[in-house]
């Protein structure tokens, strides 16, 4: 089978499409025939290596994992012996970054317990624009309990893969919705809903006097002290991604203060089948769409993280495998 790999660390252009062997499932595992997989944050800074400090986690001196793409929607093409959930012809779709990735590639073995039936009304392409991004921001708004209609909510990097979902799910769920991003995808963000658009390159929202019972920040890397300031009395400030200075703050604090981690925490991210079936509900009314920015062929996945690296997409870039 063919599969785009990464044998070291570095920029899209140590990425080499390789023939591979085909991977056999395991008891527990399916084997699923990839049609199209999609780019996260942590593709990019698996491919990397940086900050070096993630090193820790991916491997010292060279990746982990020899194939990066932790989304995956395809069809299930034979399973192992004590696989009970799906069958040969199934179409599924996943989130396989608590697993072994695997998703650049033309089939790959995935726990069946980490996949849910693909949505019916999606294509492959949108469907693997929804695992990761769409539980992270599922599971960022519920963070400190469910959105109450009414509620203000801020969400920095709105216009990226878990921006673009937690901005349609936080109105879906009544909530006033600030989103904050870069001037050319805040006319994205007026059309998914937002109620007010901040471009961070001339306002800073953490300076006004504005305050939000939820502010949900995919990529923080302001001082904790300018975050507490922007919340209500009890209001909550997730982060889904951010500087790693940030997030060590955050972590040695929540340690030594319970009070502290209830109003100010990290989502740890935990892919589950029960939030795939959440999102593929959702989707199959038509209640929440998938914002896919471009497509590429996976011959051509140097080309899509060298895009992804301008930090220009909006929502998510897909990789075809088909």
């Known amino acids: 089978m063919k599969a785009m790999r990464n044998e070291k ?5 140590v990425l080499q499409l390789k023939e591979v062997d085909r991977p056999v499932p395991k008891n527990n595992e399916v084997l699923v025939k990839v049609n199209a997989s999609s780019i996260n944050s942590w593709d990019w800074d698996y491919l990397t290596g940086k900050p070096l400090v993630y090193r820790l986690f991916f491997g010292l001196f060279k990746p982990r ?3 990066l793409g932790a989304d995956i929607a395809g069809q299930v093409i034979s399973v192992g012996g004590e696989a009970k959930l799906y069958k040969p012809g ?5 989130d396989l970054s608590a697993y072994h990735w695997g998703g650049f590639a033309e089939f790959v073995c995935a726990d069946e317990n980490l996949l849910s039936a693909k949505p019916a009304n999606l294509t492959d392409e949108e469907a693997a624009a929804v695992p990761q991004a769409g539980v992270l921001a599922l599971q960022g708004l519920r963070y400190n309990g469910d959105i109450k209609e009414g509620q203000k909510v801020l969400i920095n990097g709105a216009g990226g893969g ?3 979902f937690a901005l349609q799910l936080a109105k879906l769920w009544g909530a006033e919705v600030t989103a904050v991003d870069c001037l050319e995808k805040l006319e ?4 998914l809903g937002a109620d007010h658009v901040i471009d961070y390159q001339k306002e800073d929202f953490t300076k006004t006097e504005k305050k939000y019972d939820l ?5 923080a890397k302001k001082p904790l002290s300018r975050y507490e300031n922007t919340l209500n009395h009890n209001g ?3 982060v889904v991604g951010g500087s790693v200075t940030l ?5 040695i604090k929540s340690i030594f203060s319970k009070s502290f981690s209830k109003k100010m925490g990290i989502l740890m991210h935990k892919p589950n089948q029960q939030d795939l079936k959440v999102l593929r509900e959702l989707l199959e009314s038509e209640k929440l769409k998938p914002i896919v920015d471009q497509c590429f062929p996976l011959a051509k996945t140097r080309d899509a993280f060298t895009y992804y690296g301008k930090n220009l997409v909006k929502g998510k870039i897909v990789i075809a495998v088909r």
């Open 236 to 238: 909550a400030f997730v």
């Open 215 to 219: 502010v949900l920040d995919v990529i």
């Open 65 to 67: 994992h020899k194939i």
């Open 247 to 251: 997030l060590l703050k955050l972590a």
């Open 9 to 13: 660390y570095g920029l899209p252009n």
């Open 162 to 164: 878990v921006g673009t």
């Open 90 to 94: 199934d179409m599924v779709y996943g």
């Open 188 to 191: 994205t963000l007026r059309n």
